[in-house]
């Protein structure tokens, strides 16, 4: 253990702020989903802009730049298909999105916060 305990690492940047986990389920949010992007364009100022409107949207719980044949990975917690229909409606407007794909999640096996 470093000396000065938990206050000394949030000092140094190891530790950044603390967070409490919601069951959501209980909360009627009981639809996760993977969604998959590809953009058509990739300039710094439209990937910019993308990464600015997917932040804001309340739905997105983790949202990754990935590599191979698709450009991102966001994972969403809606309250069921109607929700995450409406987020997808959201996600999609002003965009020319080439392609978005959704893989619904029939159980969380395990998940850990980070």
Excluded: C
């Excluded at 919601?22 to 590809?38: E, N, P, Q």
């Excluded at 809606?78 to 987020?87: I, K, L, P, V």
Aim: positive net charge; without cysteine.
């Amino acid at each position: 253990m470093l000396a000065g305990g938990g206050s000394n690492l949030h000092s140094l940047g190891l530790i950044r702020g603390s967070n409490s986990n919601s069951d959501l389920h209980a909360l009627g949010f009981d639809l996760t989903v993977f969604v998959m992007i590809r953009t058509r364009h990739h300039s710094k100022k439209r990937s910019e802009a993308f990464r600015a409107h997917v932040e804001r949207l309340p739905e997105v719980i983790d949202f990754y730049r990935i590599g191979r044949d698709w450009d991102y990975l966001i994972k969403v917690v809606t309250q069921g298909m109607s929700g995450y229909d409406a987020f997808y409606q959201k996600l999609i407007t002003n965009f020319d999105l080439a392609a978005v794909t959704g893989f619904f999640s029939m159980e969380a096996i395990y998940a850990r916060s980070t």
